[in-house]
């Protein structure tokens, strides 16, 4: 199902760089989500999106920073990797109504 | 804000014996509960879900009660098999708000 990707699938980070995690949607949703997910923790928001040019603070943004230029496109960006945000990171949109459908998943490593 | 707690955080099974998860919720505004299933390494799916304006819905093995009142839902699977092993999720949320709090995740694991 292509209706959301995201790169990289598994990346490896030194502490202080920076990178971008990509998601991307073909279902043309206004909606899109950010959540991180720390091991045998559940999912926690981090910053969302209700449409182009529109963002809003989750409930854990410290650290991260979104943009959101095309209903498609909804990047996350880390600019000072610290160990604590070691996590999968999961992108998500509703597929119809309120069910949220998540992308395949990006897995962080700082070390 | 919502908050949403689950219990509990594992739980085992025989094969073929009925499982139940429970979760209770803070906002009373609340009215959409829906129920995640995470296999190992994958993204969460959905499996049920329930608004509030029902109490009870059913899908094959798999059911979800709501008491509104007390602010909790349950999440039933029956005759479980071992392809049921895998972490579930509760969330709740407000419908048009589309923002979803989750709980923290049961581990359930079906034994042969």
């Known amino acids: 199902n292509a209706g959301v990707t995201q790169t990289p699938k598994f990346r490896i980070l030194k502490i202080g760089q920076s990178m971008t995690l990509q998601c991307t949607q073909d279902?043309?949703?206004?909606?899109m989500y950010w959540y991180r997910q720390d091991p045998g923790m559940g999912l926690k928001l981090i910053y969302y999106?209700?449409?182009?040019?529109?963002?809003d603070k989750g409930e854990v943004p410290n650290g991260y920073n979104v943009s959101r230029s095309t209903t498609e496109d909804f990047p996350l960006r880390l600019e000072l990797a610290a160990p604590s945000q070691t996590s999968v990171y999961f992108c998500?949109?509703?597929?119809?109504?309120?069910?949220?459908?998540f992308g395949p998943g990006t897995r962080l490593l700082v070390l | 804000g919502e908050n949403v707690e689950q219990h509990p955080s594992t739980l085992s099974v025989q094969e073929g014996d009925s499982a139940v998860i429970k979760c209770t919720y803070s906002?009373?505004?609340?009215?959409?509960f829906p129920w995640y299933k995470q296999e190992l390494g994958k993204r969460p799916q959905l499996i049920i879900d329930?608004?509030?304006?029902?109490g009870e819905k059913k899908d094959q093995r798999i059911a979800v009660t709501l008491n509104k009142t007390a602010k909790h839902f349950s999440l039933h699977i029956t005759e479980t098999q071992p392809e049921d092993s895998a972490v579930y999720f509760c969330a709740g949320g407000i419908i048009g708000n589309e923002k979803l709090t989750f709980g923290t995740g049961t581990r359930l694991t079906i034994i042969p």
């Open positions: 906002d009373s505004a609340s009215n959409y």
């Open positions: 999106s209700v449409g182009a040019g529109i963002t």
């Open positions: 998500a949109t509703p597929t119809g109504g309120e069910t949220q459908y």
């Open positions: 329930i608004r509030s304006n029902v």
């Open positions: 279902m043309n949703h206004n909606y």
